[in-house]
């Protein structure tokens, strides 16, 4: 399989379609979840517009530790309940938050982010982590966004063996 060098062009369910496509095709076989957390946070890095970090946390002990991650250098342990993806966590629900310095206790890893979203990863029922994308203009993600990245978490939680 051969991998855009450029960014998918057209809507972003488009867009996203063309990445979940491409993320088929480096999942191909692979049960790795580190390797395939790793191959989804750079394909997304390289395939969206506007962004300035993604990646996972994997549950360890009950905090979110991080994982396989393209941007800069993260805040590697995040409790749940804080932040954006601790709160996704603990809620089970994805979150797009257009504007972090309005969301109550927000976690500034990287200053230059202005919105997030947050898709908790759930298999059987068992939360196992985050994924985790962030931009640095405020409303970048709306439910688009939110649809393509629910997407691509499912397809990363069905290739991937249990953690």
């Known amino acids: 399989m051969t991998f855009a060098a450029t960014k998918p062009a057209g809507s972003k369910p488009e867009i996203y379609a063309e990445l ?14 580190v390797a395939n957390a790793a191959n ?14 993604i990646g996972f946390y994997f549950l360890k002990d009950g905090e979110l530790v ?3 991650f393209q941007g800069k250098p993260a ?3 995040i409790a749940m309940g804080r932040g954006v993806c601790g709160t996704a966590a603990q809620k089970r629900q994805t979150l797009v938050v257009p504007d972090v310095d309005k969301f109550p206790g ?5 200053a230059d982010s202005r919105s997030e979203i947050v898709v908790p990863l759930i298999r059987d029922g068992r ?4 994924l985790d994308c962030d931009a640095p203009v405020r409303g ?7 649809a393509g990245f629910e997407q691509l978490a499912e397809l990363w939680l069905k290739a991937s063996r249990p953690l």
């Open 20 to 33: 979940a496509r491409q993320a088929r095709g480096l999942f191909g076989g692979e049960p790795d979840p």
């Open 40 to 53: 989804l946070s750079a394909l997304v890095w390289l395939g969206l517009s506007g962004i300035n970090w």
């Open 66 to 68: 991080l994982g396989p």
């Open 75 to 77: 805040c590697v342990r």
């Open 106 to 110: 927000h976690i500034a890893c990287d």
């Open 127 to 130: 939360l196992i982590g985050v």
């Open 140 to 146: 970048r993600f709306d439910e688009a966004d939110r």
